[in-house]
């Protein structure tokens, strides 16, 4: 599925010249090494990498907010694609995506979204 980024107040056209291939400008074609992210999703990760640090599997306290957070992610992402919470799996990488799948720990449900 391909969706279209149309500039509205919270995301305006000057912040389509930050991604590369976006506004003019040469085409970025390695995204297997590395992608933009949409400021968005980089506003919101800024409490996770500079507050919230803690493993959030683990059980002392530090865990508490990024736990929160992870399920918090995981209830938008099962809304989004009409799926349970509990059928969500985040993971580091495709590589990992595709172990799992092949290794049969995680049912062949993906989605992908292309810029």
Known sequence: ???AV??????????????????????????NATAPIDPRIADAMVPCLTTWFGNPS???PY???PRGALQQARAQVAALVGA???????????WMRSFQECAG???????????
Do not use: I, K, N, Q
């Open 1 to 3: 599925m391909t969706r």
């Open 6 to 31: 149309v500039p509205t107040a919270a995301y305006p056209a000057a912040s389509f010249r930050r991604w590369p291939g976006r506004g003019g400008g040469p085409v970025y074609l390695d995204y």
């Open 58 to 60: 683990s059980g002392h």
């Open 63 to 65: 865990a508490d907010r």
């Open 84 to 94: 349970r919470p509990d059928e969500v799996v985040f993971t580091s990488s495709g």
């Open 105 to 115: 720990s995680v049912e062949a449900h993906a989605v992908t979204v292309s810029a």
